[in-house]
């Protein structure tokens, strides 16, 4: 008993320290940024005392981190301490407290934007995976069951070239034909059930490319165990040792990779909610964030997005688990 709670308050500080360290990186890349927010939100016409106003409000005069390298008069540069009082700090004190700051130019909580955002992009990500597996498993039990014919060889290729397409030239391909020439579906836009199938379908096609490898490996590899001949020698069905044991076995590598694509996929949807104009997370992080050099919003998305992969991550941990008892026991 002692062991596992040391073993679940260890994994609660890793995740602590990781999302920690991923939002203090981006933070720093945030501030050596050339240019004034102040001015990128107000304009160059703001008046200096608009420009200090500004400032003020969002707390961007007091120093970045502990400490700097301020110059003087003589633009001379030397070591300052600030201690406490700086934005790093004031940050992650207001986290704490739950508060993700303010946007810059809505003036809106960053943590109500996330709220408003986030489930579209969950839901892109949840159906881009389900669509990613129900690909993935029946081609590759195909092409692992038929081992160095012309089919595999075939459904090799095409999982190649899922993988070597990126999503931003799958995603306009995919807009020309369904929604362009045929008028099926439409381009962009999140207003009907049938607006997910784009995106969902760019998003997963480099995912179900790779899975499919990754199940024909695992088929292959567990055809040629020994519980496999003995199956067959009580008289089951091809199909009964195909899916009832081969895939059970073969899909555990397969989960671990599910679960760490998660976050693949919640980052990857950055550019295919830019192509297909998907309201998500993605969409606010670049338009509203980056493009807008809106720092708060950045640092809220990122945040968002490193706690789910890691959490992903864990339950991926948990359910790997689960399907090998041999970690159990270990």
């Not at 945040?303 to 270990?330: E, K």
């Amino acid at each position: 008993m002692r062991h596992k709670l040391f073993g679940l308050l260890r994994r609660i500080g890793l995740l602590i320290l990781v999302v920690w360290t991923v939002v203090s990186l981006v933070t720093i890349l945030i501030e050596l940024v050339p240019g004034d927010p102040a001015v990128a939100v107000l304009g160059e016409q703001a008046t200096p005392e608009q420009l200090a106003q500004f400032r003020t409000k969002h707390g961007l005069d007091r120093p970045p981190f502990f400490f700097g390298f301020p110059a003087d008069e003589h633009g001379q540069r030397h070591f300052k301490w600030y201690g406490l009082s700086n934005r790093y700090d004031d940050y992650w004190v207001a986290i704490l407290h739950g508060d993700l700051g303010k946007s810059f130019r809505t003036d809106q909580p960053v943590f109500n934007l996330i709220l408003e955002r986030y489930p579209a992009t969950i839901e892109l990500a949840i159906v881009a995976m389900l669509i990613a597996v129900a690909i993935a498993i029946p081609l590759g039990v195909v092409a692992g069951k038929n081992r160095g014919t012309l089919l595999d060889n075939f459904l090799s290729v095409i999982a190649l070239v899922g993988i070597s397409l990126p999503s931003f030239v799958i995603g306009p391909m995919l807009v020309y034909l369904f929604a362009v020439k045929l008028g099926w579906l439409a381009p962009s836009g999140r207003f009907e059930w049938s607006d997910i199938i784009l995106p969902a379908v760019t998003l997963g096609a480099a995912l179900s490319a790779i899975l499919t490898r990754m199940v024909r490996s695992s088929v292959i590899e567990e055809l040629s165990e020994g519980y496999v001949r003995t199956a067959r020698a009580k008289g089951l069905s091809e199909r009964a040792v195909v899916y009832k044991h081969v895939l059970k076995n073969g899909l555990i590598p397969v989960v671990t990779v599910l679960g760490l694509q998660l976050g693949v996929l919640l980052a990857g949807a950055i550019i295919t909610e830019k192509i297909f104009g998907w309201p998500g997370l993605g969409l606010l992080l670049v338009e509203d964030g980056i493009g807008k050099r809106d720092y708060r919003i950045v640092q809220g998305c990122v945040l968002a997005i490193s706690t789910t992969y890691i959490i992903a991550n864990t339950l991926t941990d948990m359910l790997y688990r689960w399907l090998d008892p041999r970690i159990r026991v270990s």
